[in-house]
Structures are given as structure tokens and as C-alpha cells.
């Protein structure tokens, strides 16, 4: 069964940093590129970035280049999204994705940015 | 960025009805369109990708259609696990885009 765990969400000030991690399981996670997607309270969804099978590409939505790192670590079956830099409209939920279109969401980690 | 737009934003329906929501894209995306169904409070579920091929396990009542700019999810036979909001996207070109989502209520 797949399975995609996310974790490293919670509350910080604006300016600030977080890092988050998906744990992955169930498949092949070398074979496949995967992705953060982000959801505002009561919001729509918004795709963040995404990263090739060996990190060798990558791309980010404009409003978080520069700012958001997306990472791979497929010893650990592992992704990451380091986020610098923080401002109140990053808050969200972070849901770890799997390809596009995306076949399997994780269950979300809430992202608080906020003084 | 491609824009998708999908319409209507919400909906009213009743068991045993058929629903089409539509969505457009800014600019022609060939068939690189996927629709999701969100209930509150869970992650999204992927029914439909490449316009019309429906994902494993997704009941046959949804189908989707078109190509280019216009799209459109059909539910032919409204299920009370059916209300939802559900979303388009594209992933023809960078960034994908996600339509601002119809949410189906129970009449």
C-alpha cells in the first residue's frame, strides 16, 4: 500500500524557517517524481514544486522561488521542502504528492505563519 | 501561468441527478487534464487524467471529456458520497494550475 507521511508542520513567526518531511512507502520511490501541493484555510490547491527521480531537475511555483527548497533523499525514501523566509500567506496545509497528475496525497501537515 | 477556470463555483444537486462542471484553460493544453474530488478536511482523490481515462477504482458515473481549452466532468448519477468539491488541473506546462475548485452541495 502506498503510503506518504508528512511531518515538520507547525507554528512560526514571519521571517522564519521550517522544514518539512515526507516519508514514503509502498512503491518504488526512486522510480517517480514527486511534489509539495499547498492549500490555504479554506482555499483552493496550489502546486509548490516538484523534483525529478534524481533531483537532477526541479521547479517551484514564482511566488516561493528563492525562498522554498525541495529536496529528495531516496536511501530514505524521503522528501523534503525547506521553506526560508516565511510570510503569512504560506500558511497552509503542505500535502507531499506523488507525480502529476498526483496518484497519491499524503494526509497533510499545517503550516502556521504567524507573530 | 496557464489559468483554469471552472464553473460554477457551487452547486446545488440531488441524489440521482447528472452534474457537469466545466473548466478553461488560458490557453490550449491538449488533453494534459486531471480532476480531483476533495471532501472536507481529507486530501484530494484523483478520478480523471488526460481528460477521459479514468483512474483505477473510480466508479464509471465519472467521465470527463474535451481537449484544447474546454473540459467537463460529468457525474451521470449523483451519489450521496458524490458532494464534494472537486477541482481541475493542468499539467501541460509549468507551473500546473489548479481551477479555483465547484463545490457540489446537497440540494
Known amino acids: 500500500e502506498v503510503q506518504l507521511v508528512e511531518s515538520g508542520g507547525g507554528l512560526v513567526q514571519p521571517g522564519g524557517s521550517l522544514r518539512l518531511s515526507c516519508a514514503a512507502s509502498?512503491?518504488?520511490?526512486?522510480?517517480?517524481?514527486m511534489s509539495w501541493v499547498r492549500q490555504a484555510p479554506g482555499k483552493g490547491l496550489e502546486w509548490v514544486a516538484n523534483i525529478k527521480q534524481d533531483g537532477s531537475e526541479k521547479y517551484y511555483v514564482d511566488s516561493v522561488k528563492g525562498r522554498f527548497t525541495i529536496s529528495r533523499d531516496n536511501a530514505k525514501n524521503s522528501l523534503y521542502l525547506q521553506m526560508n523566509s516565511l510570510r503569512a500567506e504560506d500558511t497552509a496545509v503542505y500535502y507531499c504528492?506523488?507525480?502529476?497528475?498526483?496518484?497519491?496525497w499524503g494526509q497533510g501537515t499545517l503550516v502556521t505563519v504567524s507573530s | 501561468a496557464i489559468r483554469m477556470t471552472q464553473s460554477p463555483s457551487s452547486l446545488s444537486a440531488s441524489t440521482g441527478d447528472r452534474v457537469t462542471i466545466t473548466c478553461r484553460a488560458s490557453?490550449?493544453?491538449?488533453?494534459?487534464l486531471a480532476w480531483y474530488q476533495q471532501k472536507p478536511g481529507k486530501a484530494p482523490k484523483l478520478l480523471i487524467y488526460?481528460?477521459?481515462t479514468l483512474q483505477s477504482g473510480v466508479p464509471s458515473r465519472f467521465s470527463g471529456s474535451g481537449s484544447g481549452t474546454d473540459f467537463t466532468l460529468t457525474i451521470s448519477c449523483l451519489q450521496s458520497e458524490d458532494f464534494a468539491t472537486y477541482y481541475c488541473q493542468q499539467y501541460y506546462s509549468y507551473p500546473p494550475t489548479f481551477g479555483g475548485g465547484t463545490k457540489v452541495e446537497i440540494k
Open positions: 509502498g512503491f518504488t520511490f526512486s522510480s517517480y517524481w
Open positions: 504528492a506523488r507525480q502529476l497528475p498526483v496518484d497519491y
Open positions: 488526460a481528460a477521459s
Open positions: 490557453q490550449g493544453i491538449s488533453s494534459y
